[in-house]
């Protein structure tokens, strides 16, 4: 009697039609999940999550990258509470990404950013406000109809402020720098920010304990109970579908 492939999973080796079938599957069904702590010991590993993604299909051979179907992109914080900056993706690699999502339809991208409603250091107006901020500089809403609809007013200076942290930075032979010309818009539907904060990546958005906080809110506008309710739309929208 032959002896069997030593192997965790031997199915792959009971014929070649059925090993060219399931070749790349475990690509295909299950998340990929690219993650950075300052704790963590590794050289790659310590690198930002755009720059360790875009390594890794560097190395995947085409058929591979072709099976990649979700993946996930994650900073965590350091012990001060705040991003390690030397380690933080920066837009020139998440471009890069985008840029790769281009020829990958099927491949979906989800970067998660520090933007916690939870957070003491963010009161739930505030965090109302950063999520538009960032959707403008990310999507180009209308930042203005939309701060209506919300009940704020938006600020030019920080509307100026976020779209500049997102602008495209261009290589050149004296090294980075920011190019002159307008930042350039997400326009590919398979990349997606989605806020995180304490809990694990990719949780469901608790509806309930976010209505919970909103009940602490007091507003003075006619309109509190359309405001509020407008906000919760936003959140889930950002924790379901992303920005």
């Avoid at 399931?22 to 950075?36: K, R």
């Avoid at 705040?82 to 020829?103: A, F, G, K, M």
Wanted: hydrophobic letters at 35%; charged letters at 30%.
């Amino acid at each position: 009697m032959p002896s069997c492939p030593s192997s965790f999973l031997s199915l792959p080796y009971t014929c070649r039609l059925l090993y060219a079938e399931t070749a790349g599957i475990e690509l295909s069904l299950n998340d990929l999940i690219f993650y950075y702590h300052p704790k963590r010991t590794g050289t790659y590993v310590k690198r930002p999550t755009g720059v360790q993604f875009l390594g890794f299909l560097d190395m995947c051979d085409e058929k591979w990258r072709c099976c990649i179907r979700k993946v996930w992109l994650r900073n965590d914080i350091n012990t001060n509470g705040r991003q390690d900056v030397e380690n933080e993706d920066r837009p020139v690699d998440l471009h890069v990404v985008i840029d790769n999502l281009s020829h990958y339809r099927n491949m979906h991208v989800i970067w998660e950013f520090k933007l916690d409603y939870s957070s003491e250091e963010h009161s739930l107006m505030t965090w109302i406000s950063e999520g538009l901020y960032w959707e403008k500089a990310f999507r180009d809403i209308d930042i203005f109809n939309e701060s209506r609809i919300a009940g704020l007013e938006p600020i030019s200076g920080l509307i100026r402020r976020y779209s500049s942290n997102w602008r495209l930075w261009r290589p050149v032979s004296r090294g980075p720098q920011i190019s002159d010309r307008p930042m350039e818009q997400l326009n590919v539907p398979n990349f997606r920010f989605i806020p995180w904060g304490r809990e694990p990546w990719g949780r469901a958005f608790d509806e309930a304990q976010f209505r919970k906080i909103l009940e602490t809110v007091r507003m003075s506008s006619e309109r509190s109970d359309e405001i509020k309710e407008r906000w919760v739309e936003l959140a889930k929208r950002w924790y379901t579908d992303g920005m």
